[in-house]
């Protein structure tokens, strides 16, 4: 970063970017773990219900396809990658909430739409945290302070305390409409990992600021977004 000190800070610290090959190391890893196994197959398994499966695999199988483009070609489409990774972050968590949805009223066997909805307002209420919060983080010069390693820089009481409080607030939501051991347990895995997954959806903000500053990605990736072959790569 000190061949760029005429780039400011805040954006350069915003700057710092996977290369393609792990960009798609990630979408291998986060599909099949993340999306896969722990999201979709859930959805599939017994017992089986077309209201949870078609809500589910419509997305996931469109981003499926999306994701070929980066795993056949991820140094030429470098830039879209942020739009896509963070899309997939919304779908992932989205589909994490059908996984909790099925496990209330399909295993659990709860009627009505309160569990339907308040699951939803938490899922919401999720993701706008996470991009307020990416967007408080950046422009308070907080990513830059961890880049530089600096120890004033602390992982922030509201995230812990909004992450404790997502995962409390669906064991609370388990616990009042289930007495089922194994629902709950489930339950409390699944909305861990949708923290995890819903902080992947800032990524859609950091596609726009490279748009919006291209000309200084360019100058810290001078090769950023040009075909593998443009870039002197042997394969």
């Not at 981003?63 to 919304?90: D, T």
């Not at 812990?160 to 669906?170: M, R």
């Not at 902080?199 to 593998?228: A, D, M, T």
């Amino acid at each position: 970063m000190n061949k760029h000190k005429d780039i400011d800070p805040i954006t350069l610290s915003y700057l710092n970017l996977q290369t393609p090959e792990e960009n798609r190391r990630s979408i291998i890893t986060f599909f099949i773990f993340f999306l896969d196994i722990i999201g979709l197959l859930p959805i599939l398994g017994e017992p089986f219900s077309y209201a949870f499966v078609w809500p589910a695999v419509v997305p996931v199988a469109l981003l499926h396809i999306w994701a070929i483009l980066y795993l056949v070609a991820p140094f030429q489409f470098e830039k879209s990658y942020y739009l896509f990774f963070g899309i997939y972050g919304i779908v992932n968590t989205y589909v994490y909430f059908l996984v909790i949805q099925k496990y209330l009223y399909v295993y659990a066997g709860l009627n009505g739409k309160v569990p339907f909805i308040l699951g939803l307002l938490l899922l919401l209420g999720l993701l706008v945290f996470f991009q307020l919060f990416n967007h408080k983080l950046l422009y308070s010069g907080a990513y830059a302070r961890l880049q530089r390693n600096d120890h004033k820089f602390k992982l922030s009481p509201i995230l812990t305390a909004s992450s404790i409080g997502y995962v409390i607030a669906h064991i609370l939501l388990s616990t009042f409409m289930t007495e089922s051991l194994f629902v709950i347990i489930i339950i409390t895995g699944v909305s861990i990992l949708s923290i995890l997954t819903a902080f992947f959806s800032i990524s859609i903000h950091r596609y726009y600021f490279i748009l919006k500053h291209e000309e200084s990605v360019k100058r810290v990736y001078p090769q950023f977004g040009l075909p593998k072959r443009e870039r002197g790569i042997k394969r």
